[in-house]
């Protein structure tokens, strides 16, 4: 059985428009990226966010002067793959492009995105690189349910195989 979308979850290409979840997944999914390079950025040029930022940057630049953290960049990298497109799928994005090329890939993605994160944690635990608390424990948790959604949801599985048909710019 297959199932019937209504006219609202179309954007204006006829495709299925990208769920709110997918982007709060995908943006999850961009942790690391996110701590080690938009959050120090951010401190530094809003004014609102410097006194914040003095209490945080010490912790990042500690975490990102491991070399062994800097593997935890490599499922955000695979998110980040995700995230671009999800933003161009429109029919001016040529027919050729890598962006056609890894929406259709995306589950896959996501879903190798969390398996390498939920990896790596557990074999640093194991390693005794890190100290088992309650922020490892909450990232855990929320891996694996993100996890279960991507591989679950017939919506993403949907959403993924559908890109604009390509239309030349005029």
Same mark, same amino acid.
């Given at each position: !059985?297959?199932? %019937? ?8 290409? %006829?495709?299925? &428009? ?30 609102? !966010? ?12 500690? +975490? ?23 933003? &161009?799928?429109? $029919?001016?994005? $040529? ?5 056609r090329k890894i929406w259709t890939k995306g589950r896959t993605l996501l879903?190798?995105? +969390? ?44 959403? +993924? %195989?559908? +890109? $604009? ?6």
């Amino acid at each position: !059985m297959t199932i %019937q979308y209504s006219l609202h979850d179309y954007n204006e290409h %006829q495709v299925l &428009k990208v769920p709110f979840n997918l982007v709060v997944t995908t943006v999850y999914a961009l942790k690391y990226v996110l701590i080690l390079f938009i959050l120090p950025i951010l401190f530094n040029f809003l004014p609102a !966010m410097s006194d914040a930022g003095k209490l945080v940057i010490p912790y990042i630049t500690k +975490f990102a002067h491991k070399p062994e953290n800097l593997t935890f960049l490599t499922p955000s990298i695979l998110a980040l793959l995700v995230f671009i497109p999800m933003f &161009k799928r429109a $029919p001016s994005t $040529p027919e050729n492009s890598w962006m056609r090329k890894i929406w259709t890939k995306g589950r896959t993605l996501l879903i190798s995105s +969390f398996s390498i994160d939920i990896f790596l944690i557990l074999a640093f635990l194991l390693l005794g690189l890190r100290q088992f608390d309650g922020v490892i424990l909450g990232v855990l948790y929320i891996d694996i349910m993100l996890l279960i959604y991507v591989i679950r949801s017939k919506r993403l599985r949907d959403v +993924f %195989q559908e +890109f $604009p048909a390509y239309e030349r710019p005029k």
